[in-house]
């Protein structure tokens, strides 16, 4: 492999001092360097080797759990290889499906396309050439992969699906981006997917049928272990955990998809009559608004776990409590994952009519799967945002804007629905 890591070395000095790249050229003579190099022939035994990129964040992951066991299933013989992000690291090595687990930063959102080329490069060079793989999957959805899809292409892969760079184009007509051109080499096959299927979930069991593989089953999985499930135990003890323990997601990806705490605690405090256990969970940024909330909730009403758990151990306090009420965020899909009764918040207003909801509704794309929930969304779209067609989730405020027209009420209203026609054995903790 010398060979190709001086080819790719001799490109990359040319793009940092040309600051550029002609694709034709790049292609065609890295085709010829990955055959001369013993890459990209057939696989005459049959398909030994897989590599699964997705490279995002926590509830992206979470419902690719179930994308992943499907690909183990058609493949049961192949050595299997799962790249992703350092975030969901912790999740995903106990991945039961995989042979292994590799991480890699994309950093798809900061610095030049020489920047991703050597990161790109190093990582393959480094630990993804010397396994020879027969078939890349990149079941990313959305805009700004291309870092994920370049590094599918310096793999070596012979054979490399994905969605493309802007699989909304089938949505909203072809695109006009130059960067489109990149997907017929990146790609051995791009696969569209059809406007009635719009949820994220289903993309990545689409993509397999696409391809004439089969799909089993469609449900998604948390992965923790024992050590995991003793450690929030342990937790809820220690807290003091009583009656029925709902986890408690406060924060989101974006301030505009933040209920204000304000809000939060008129409902919180309404259900805190109840015999419940707020438990709540999330990253450092949440500490602020948790602290809080557990302050201004009555005694004993909350456990305050933000920024003191593992990813494993948040899964598994999911595992082992009752309910999920809060924003739409990876703990959320931890839940629907979990099989858990949801009540969600979403920024989009429920007259935000679009054509595309496949594209711009995270309502649509990205509802909690296969659980039961209530998902409560405002009324109507404020100010500015209800002229605006073709933003992702349609509030275009960066603070919590449309999302601050849900009422309370209705937060207290659909806790009592979801507890009214569900079953729960909260048990002992």
């Not at 959320?332 to 679009?354: N, V």
């Amino acid at each position: 492999m010398e060979q190709l890591k001086k080819f790719f070395d001799g490109e990359l000095a040319a793009v940092k001092a040309n600051g550029k790249i002609e694709l034709n050229e790049f292609f065609g003579r890295g085709e010829t360097v990955f055959r001369n190099s013993g890459f990209r022939e057939n696989y005459p035994d049959g398909v030994t080797s897989v590599l699964i990129m997705r490279t995002d964040v926590l509830g992206d992951h979470i419902i690719t759990t179930g994308f992943i066991r499907e690909v183990r299933r058609n493949f049961p013989k192949a050595h299997i290889t799962l790249v992703v992000s350092p975030i969901v690291k912790q999740i995903a090595e106990l991945c039961p499906y995989v042979n292994e687990v590799l991480t890699y930063d994309a950093n798809y959102l900061r610095g030049s396309f020489a920047d991703m080329f050597e990161s790109a490069l190093n990582f393959c060079a480094t630990l993804l050439w010397e396994r020879h793989f027969d078939v890349a999957f990149c079941p990313q959805w959305g805009s700004e992969n291309l870092s994920t899809l370049f590094t599918a292409y310096l793999s070596g892969a012979k054979a490399r699906y994905g969605f493309g760079q802007f699989p909304g184009d089938a949505w909203i007509g072809k695109s006009t981006n130059p960067l489109a051109v990149l997907d017929n080499y990146l790609l051995t096959r791009k696969i569209i997917t059809p406007r009635s299927v719009l949820s994220e979930a289903d993309k990545n069991f689409f993509l397999l049928k696409a391809l004439g593989y089969t799909v089993a089953d469609k449900s998604m999985e948390l992965w923790f272990n024992t050590k995991d499930e003793f450690a929030a135990r342990q937790m809820l003890s220690a807290g003091k955990a009583h009656g029925r323990k709902i986890i408690l997601g406060l924060g989101a990806g974006s301030p505009n998809r933040k209920y204000p705490v304000e809000q939060w605690l008129i409902a919180l405090n309404e259900i805190a009559k109840d015999d419940v256990t707020f438990i709540i969970v999330g990253g450092n940024n949440e500490m602020l608004d948790a602290t809080t909330v557990t302050n201004r909730l009555p005694p004993a009403k909350a456990i305050n776990l933000a920024g003191r758990t593992t990813l494993r151990q948040t899964a598994a306090l999911v595992s082992v409590s009752d309910m999920y009420i809060g924003n739409v965020t990876g703990v959320m899909h931890m839940a629907a994952a979990a099989r858990k009764p949801i009540l969600t918040i979403y920024h989009e207003a429920k007259d935000k009519l679009t054509d595309a909801p496949g594209l711009f509704s995270e309502y649509t794309r990205f509802a909690a799967w296969q659980a039961p929930t209530i998902a409560l969304r405002p009324e109507k779209a404020l100010d500015e945002c209800a002229e605006n067609h073709l933003s992702y989730g349609g509030c275009i405020r960066s603070y919590a804007h449309c999302i601050a027209a849900v009422p309370p009420q209705e937060i207290i209203d659909g806790y009592k629905m979801l507890t009214e026609n569900f079953v729960f054995h909260t048990g002992n903790a």
